[in-house]
């Protein structure tokens, strides 16, 4: 069976500032960098193998992913970056102040929850054709949680379920 991680990206200035970035493009803090670090040396001190990293192109995480490869000795080069990986488009809300309480399948032009669980269940689906045994998926807390409630076939979708920065977790 096929050995799957996920780590949602270091913080970013996004993450201080308290807004929400969806796929605006905002980039790490130095403390998001760090802990990028830490989790990539945690990782090498258990021994942790990734026949693939896979990122969203998105800079907070590909930057994640770039810092992470750099502490484990994985080519930086071979780091696969797909569209499919990034965050929920948040639509008007994107830029607005965070809000724990914002339903976005009423948002203008906001992607819905039933759009990101079909773009969840193509990214399994585009996962599971990767004929490797170990993957890495560096992306973004709201597809993360898309991800986590399908593969591990959770009985309620909790979309504010925790999601921290910077943390590999083992879903398979």
């Not at 605006?24 to 945690?42: F, H, N, S, V, Y």
């Not at 693939?52 to 992913?65: D, F």
């Amino acid at each position: 069976m096929k050995k799957l991680y996920f780590i949602r990206h270091g913080e970013s200035v996004s993450n201080v500032e308290r807004w929400h970035a969806g796929r605006i493009d905002t980039p790490l803090t130095e403390r998001g960098r760090q802990q990028a670090r830490e989790a990539g040396k945690k990782a090498k001190a258990q021994k942790l193998h990734f026949d693939l990293i896979v990122s969203s192109p998105l800079s907070r995480a590909l930057e994640t992913a770039r810092i992470i490869a750099k502490e484990i000795g994985y080519p930086e080069k071979q780091i696969k970056t797909n569209p499919l990986l990034v965050e929920r488009n948040y639509g008007a809300m994107a830029g607005k102040p965070w809000a724990a309480d914002i339903d976005f399948d009423g948002v203008i032009d906001a992607e819905t929850s039933d759009e990101l669980s079909l773009r969840a269940k193509e990214i399994i689906s585009w996962l599971n054709q990767i004929e490797v045994d170990s993957i890495l998926v560096v992306c973004h807390g709201s597809i993360g949680r898309t991800l986590r409630f399908h593969l591990l076939k959770e009985k309620v979708f909790d979309p504010e379920g925790k999601m921290p920065n910077a943390e590999i977790m083992r879903w398979i």
